[in-house]
């Protein structure tokens, strides 16, 4: 599938600012299973972008803005070509639990075995993922079944969190929004020697009434390690195995490692930040008609110096 992404933030200051100093993730990897055909990232004030990969190969665009403002906008368009990665009709089993200490010893797992910023593994963690997993012994099958745990009985509830809130308090409490439910599954995960990690990107909603929930601005969910399959995509929000609507963004530990916007200024008084996102289906046969995601504005207050107070989280 082909699509476009539109994906705008504005920053508006109640007091003039200064000394910005920013990061961006906007811009989708080429892996095997997306291309990013085009990407173009502008900011307003005008200034020079630098780029470099970080330790998780995400692409990362970097700009600092000396002179003063009281409006900054962070406009990105991309272009992304995906492809089927699960093969539905027969889906990833095989990896047994007793094979998982294998993972302990694999560069490229070992991180997401481990506690981060806001994932830890305590006891109560791990009795909780112990009981969901039951009597299986299959990985993919206790990672589908901690998703739809997640998806069953937390309840989706905007403005129940903020995008500093840890993994035991949404598993203790048990609500929350996309990026909340993505912390808690990485969290059973791990805690049950599963690898797992933090996906941030966008997902299309084909659906007829569009009642999949996140689909309005940067969306989050998790992947999980499956030997000889590599890392699936489950997505707890909506009770999905991850296919060709989703687009990547990029791969964490957990969303420190992945917010869209992070940085700092210096100034005094509020901050006001809104967010559109726009995800269009492209014309891949001229028969079909491109289908446009609806997409609404998102809104977020906060005081304080710190832009990293104002990122933009999955919700």
Known sequence: MRFRVHHRTEYHYSAVVSESVNELRLCPPTTLWQECEHSFISVLPACRLTHYE?????????????????????DSRTQVLTKPKVDFDSLPYGFHHDDLPRCRFSEICYPYLQDSSYIERTPEIWRQA??????SVDVFQTSYAIMEHI?????????????????R?????????????????VALCRSIGIPARYVSGY??????DHHLRGSEASHAWVDVYIEDFGWI?????????????????ATGRDYRDVAPVTGTFYGAGKSVMQVTVRV????????????????????????????????????
């Open 54 to 74: 970080d330790l998780n190969q995400n692409r990362i665009h970097h700009f600092e803005i000396a002179r003063a403002h009281d409006r900054l906008v962070i």
């Open 130 to 135: 112990i009981d969901i997993q039951s009597d």
């Open 151 to 167: 998806f069953r009985e937390y309840r989706y509830q905007s403005g129940s969190t903020n995008v500093s809130t840890h993994s």
């Open 169 to 185: 308090e949404v598993i203790e409490h048990r609500k929350g929004v996309c990026q909340d439910f993505a912390h808690a599954m």
């Open 203 to 208: 997902f299309f909603d084909g659906t007829r």
């Open 233 to 249: 995509g489950l997505d707890p929000t909506n009770n999905k195995v991850v296919d060709e609507t989703y687009i990547v963004l």
């Open 280 to 315: 269009e289906r492209l014309r891949e046969d001229p028969a079909i008609p491109a289908q446009p995601e609806k997409s609404e504005p998102s809104g977020a207050v906060a005081k304080g110096q710190d832009q990293s107070a104002l990122p933009e989280s999955a919700r």
